[in-house]
């Protein structure tokens, strides 16, 4: 066994991620026609494998999510991204599923991206890294899987871009997913989200610091570009609604405004940290691939543009989950999944959450979401045939 | 609130479900539209085994029964039943549900079209109370069975099990059972005439097939 296997035996991980390495030979190929090689994967894995290797469950994170899914962030020092979702005898309970979260291919925390080094150069790739897809990604992160031994998922769940590479997953791999949950999500992205993420790379490549994406070679960084890019895309995961309630007009530390363009309201010094912090953790090339692969996904497209094809013959349980007051993706992009699956009698689920949140209801406490999720793991780990609880021996022992 | 399905005031145990229950296969796949806070779906699921889907146009019923476990998705009977496939499923099964749809015939051309057997319950218009009620009062009957006024039920389509009938004949439906019930689901005038049904029946269970 590769040495991953000691992964898998791992009860509370490390904050340092583990990293599976491919080597030269085993290039991974592109949607684009390039090759990868080598690559690494960075990943985090919690609770235990069983000995029939059945209770695995992948989650995939969002744009700028991580695999750092439970732990504390190494970078931040913040609690995991989906900790009110993943642990102990939560929703994703880490005492009955062996729960892995892998960066994505083209990230930047750990994972081969941008900020990588070129084998070639010696240099990080820069633009000279190929252009990924979600469908790469997914790639990727099942060749992670295979490498940890695992033959087939339990399920694959996450909210967002994660959202999407969860559908891929359904799609490319019908045989490895007993069951699948695509949260605020979309099987194509829309006009209105491709022009968001436009004007976010358009203000990552207006930075002189970008240098033309050779900005680590040249010993600068584009900061002030991603942390723009980072506000622009911060609103629209936040519904008017939100916004207003957290700010209204509120000023910031101030009785009047001081006819300047300083942050004067507390919205604009929120949208300010929220992108000076950003850039703290964030490659911004990195930003401008990954928001380039979610532009490019569309998976009818991918299978004569009929939705439905992409789905046919699954035999996978799915749970599809939206939120009323999310504009980004909102609940008719879920529907027209349902409606896919429907048109094929797939067995489907599907939950619209009332929630003010917006977009990133899905990261917050939203209990009707918890509920939905275990409900749908509880019942698929029973037709699964697990143990309701896990007193398991780790694989491989 | 589900506003499309409405029970009797009285919450009799559920007979009708499990007579409902009774007529469906162990194993099968079956579509519940109309499926409510899923509890038909979990008898037939503890019961009978089944592949169980559920439609339900109450979305806090729908998180509720997604909660338990069940397949259930958000929609409507009248608009959402022509994405799925032809014969997808063993039964669908339309409980209490289609007095309350826009378009009755459309539903249970759908429901014969998706499902091989489609189990459809109703409450019974013709019901001597109803008829009493109206020809004494001279109003929209008021009963324990069908508690809400005419301008507030969900209820848009009633009809008497004799108008069922004839629905099934226009559609090509071929009755294989009917049974009347009473407002506790439990199985009356047995053996009795179609029209002696159809004046003590207060609910009534039909199993149908396309001619």
């Known amino acids: ?397 | 609130m589900d506003v499309r399905r409405k029970r009797p005031a009285r919450q009799p145990a559920r007979v009708d479900h499990l007579l409902i229950a009774e007529m469906v296969k162990p194993g099968a796949r079956v579509l519940d539209i109309g499926c409510g806070d899923g509890e038909l779906l979990s008898l037939l699921e503890a019961e009978r085994d089944v592949d169980g889907r559920g439609i339900e146009l109450s979305q806090s019923n729908v998180n509720l029964c997604v909660a338990k476990g069940l397949s259930v998705i958000q929609g409507d009977a009248d608009r959402d039943l022509v994405n799925f496939p032809e014969g997808s499923f063993d039964y669908a099964i339309l409980s209490q549900t289609l007095q309350a749809t826009r378009r009755p015939r459309h539903v249970l051309e759908q429901l014969l079209r998706i499902g091989r057997t489609a189990i459809v319950s109703f409450p019974n218009f013709g019901h001597w109370r109803i008829r009493l009620h109206l020809l004494l009062w001279g109003r929209m009957p008021v009963t324990p069975n069908l508690p809400e006024t005419w301008y507030n039920t969900p209820n848009i389509h009633y009809c008497t099990i004799k108008d069922f009938l004839d629905l099934c004949g226009e559609v090509g439906a071929t009755v294989e059972r009917s049974v009347a019930l009473n407002a506790y689901g439990t199985q009356i005038g047995k053996g009795l005439p179609l029209s002696w049904q159809n004046i003590i029946g207060e609910q009534a269970v039909f199993l149908l097939t396309k001619r």
């Open chain 1, 1 to 397: 066994m590769p040495p991953a296997t000691s992964a898998i035996t791992t009860v509370t991980p490390p904050a340092t991620a583990l990293v599976a390495h491919f080597a030269e030979d085993e290039p991974l190929r592109l949607d684009s026609g390039a090759l990868l090689a080598p690559f690494s994967i960075a990943y985090q894995t919690y609770g235990r494998l069983n000995a029939e290797r059945s209770n695995a469950v992948l989650v995939c994170h969002a744009l700028t999510g991580d695999q750092h899914v439970a732990n504390v962030h190494p970078i931040t020092a913040k609690p995991g991204w989906w900790e009110t979702v993943v642990g102990p005898g939560k929703p994703v309970d880490t005492d009955r599923y062996f729960v892995i979260c892998s960066n994505i291919i083209g990230g930047c925390m750990g994972s081969t991206g941008p900020s990588s080094a070129n084998p070639r150069t010696g240099g990080a790739y820069g633009l000279d890294f190929p252009v990924i897809t979600i469908r790469d990604m997914v790639r990727a992160q099942a060749r992670l899987i295979e490498r940890l031994g695992i033959p087939d998922l339990f399920c694959v769940i996450g909210g967002s871009m994660g959202g999407m590479q969860v559908l891929e997953w359904a799609a490319s791999y019908k045989e490895k997913v007993f069951s699948a949950v695509p949260i605020a999500t979309a099987a194509r992205h829309s006009s209105q989200n491709i022009a968001f993420h436009e004007v976010g790379r358009q203000a990552v490549m207006a930075d002189p610091d970008w240098r033309g994406g050779r900005y680590i070679a040249e010993g600068t960084a584009p900061r002030k570009g991603l942390a723009v890019a980072r506000m622009a895309a911060h609103i629209t995961y936040l519904s008017s609604k939100a916004l207003h309630e957290k700010f209204g007009r509120k000023l910031q530390d101030r009785e009047a405004v001081t006819f300047g363009f300083d942050a004067d309201f507390q919205v604009e010094s929120y949208l300010r940290y929220q992108g000076s912090a950003f850039v703290d953790r964030f490659d911004a090339n990195s930003y401008l691939y990954i928001t380039r692969a979610m532009d490019y996904f569309d998976l009818a497209a991918d299978h004569g543009g009929v939705l439905a094809n992409a789905f046919q013959g699954t035999r996978t349980r799915f749970c599809v989950v939206s939120f009323t007051s999310d504009w980004l993706y909102p609940t008719r992009e879920s529907r027209e999944i349902v409606r896919a699956l429907n048109a094929i009698a797939a067995n489907v689920s599907f939950v619209e959450i009332e929630s003010d949140k917006g977009h990133d209801a899905f990261l917050l406490h939203e209990p009707e979401l918890f509920g939905a999720i275990s409900g749908f793991l509880g019942a698929a780990a029973a037709r699964r045939g697990l143990p309701a609880s896990c007193d398991l021996e780790p694989a491989g022992a």
